[in-house]
Nanobody
């Protein structure tokens, strides 16, 4: 049974930082593309970042480019999202997702497995 468990969310002031973690079990993590998505109240889920299994491909949404960094540790089965210079518009529930494949996927429909999400709130 595949499980993705996110952690690291919380309340932070604008300009602050948070690091999200997502630990996977029940799959061969090193062969899975991982992604981070977010969903704000009343909005659709949107792509944030993705990372290929070899970490060579890491696309980002334009809205987070230069502020967020995705990384992974295949020995720990964990993907990270380092979020710096946070803005109130970054407030959302953040989800990690996983799918087998060799690239990095930007579309939510491309991912088979999802975590339950972790809340990130950025105050102004």
């Amino acid at each position: 049974q595949v499980q993705l468990v996110e952690s690291g969310g919380g309340l932070v002031q604008a300009g602050g930082s948070l690091r999200l973690s997502c630990t996977a079990s029940g799959l061969t993590f090193s062969r899975y593309v991982m992604g981070w998505f977010r969903q704000a109240p009343g909005k659709e889920r949107e792509f944030v970042a993705s990372i290929s299994w070899s970490s060579t491909n890491t696309p980002y949404a334009d809205s987070v480019k230069g502020r967020f960094t995705i990384s992974r540790d295949n020995t720990k089965g964990t993907v990270y999202l380092q979020m710096n210079s946070l803005k109130p518009e970054d407030t959302a529930v953040y989800y990690c997702a996983a799918d087998s494949g060799g690239g990095a996927y930007l579309m939510a429909e491309s991912y088979r497995y999802w975590g339950q999400g972790t809340q990130v709130t950025v105050s102004s």
